[in-house]
């Protein structure tokens, strides 16, 4: 997240809503099940690790939940370089643990040091939450308005995920790709590659014969728009970079750009990244891509 948030500020909300969705549903899912399950969790070890450890493993799966939604805080203060802030939350957050371990140990013994872990990463949250809406309420109760919309497009993304045939295209995309693969655009099977990340959605597209085949990634959002345009762009500057070199038969070739037409689409032969690996996997006939990836990745890298 900080990466892409340094890279483009204008990200910086969406990635920030998305993280806490993310961090906070699986976290708090997590520390459920564990503090329910927690007796049959330490039983694993042994007897020797029940009793007091019980509740000492509960305090510390409890404290994730505060320490991820800082992290998310530091990651996004980080993209701004604030490290005096990040400085400052994280010297807290030891002296606190230090302090409130020092008073609870010699009452509560080993426990005391697990509330003293929940407590220094609670009180920090909570002072950051306060300076926070001191500086401008609206701005957070629209980061957790924009969090809960993030939550529910990756339940939906999900769901979508499992569904890899029956998508649909739109006619501009249907007659682009029918053009670009020289097959009717009836024929077409269409069939729904990866949904994760649902600001764009990667489609694969097959003609009668199996082996014609192109990817549509078509924006689903405005950021999605803005991510389709820096992909044309990078794809172009590496081109650039790359040319007459080995390396350059790994780009995709872009066949078709659709950004004008306001379906917000480009078709291209091949896909990279987490979209490559659907790829690799659906060309068993050709293992030496895998192989050329590999060889020549950490060259187009550096230079």
Known sequence: MMAEAAADPALRKSLAARSLALVTGLLMLAALGIVV???????????????DNITLLRLLVLSAVPWGLTTIYISLARS????????????TTLG????????????????????????????????IGIVEIRKDPWRLVELLLVSV??????????????????VELAPSQASAA????????????VRRVTTFDNDCET???????????????????????????RH?????????????TPQSGLLPDILFDGRGTGSNFIIQRSVSGIDGREFLKDRPDRPDLLA??????????SR
């Open 37 to 51: 399950l927690a007796p049959y969790i330490l039983l694993i070890f042994g007897k020797d690790y029940t009793g």
């Open 80 to 91: 701004v370089g604030k490290t005096g802030r990040i400085a400052i939350i994280q010297i």
């Open 96 to 127: 606190l643990f230090f302090l409130t371990t020092a008073m609870l140990f010699r009452i509560y013994g080993v426990i005391g040091i697990g509330f003293a872990w929940l407590a220094s990463h609670s009180l920090v949250l909570a002072a």
């Open 149 to 166: 919309s993030a939550s529910a497009r990756l339940l939906s993304s999900l769901r979508l995920k499992g569904q890899k045939t029956g």
């Open 178 to 189: 029918a053009e670009v693969m020289a097959e009717p655009a009836s024929g077409l099977i």
């Open 203 to 229: 489609l694969k597209i097959e003609g009668a014969n199996a082996t014609n085949c192109v990817y549509l990634k078509r924006a689903t959002t405005p950021q999605g728009r803005a991510a389709l345009a």
């Open 232 to 244: 044309v762009e990078t794809i172009a500057r590496l081109r650039e970079d790359i040319a007459n």
């Open 292 to 301: 050329r990836v590999r060889h020549h990745g950490g060259h187009s890298h």
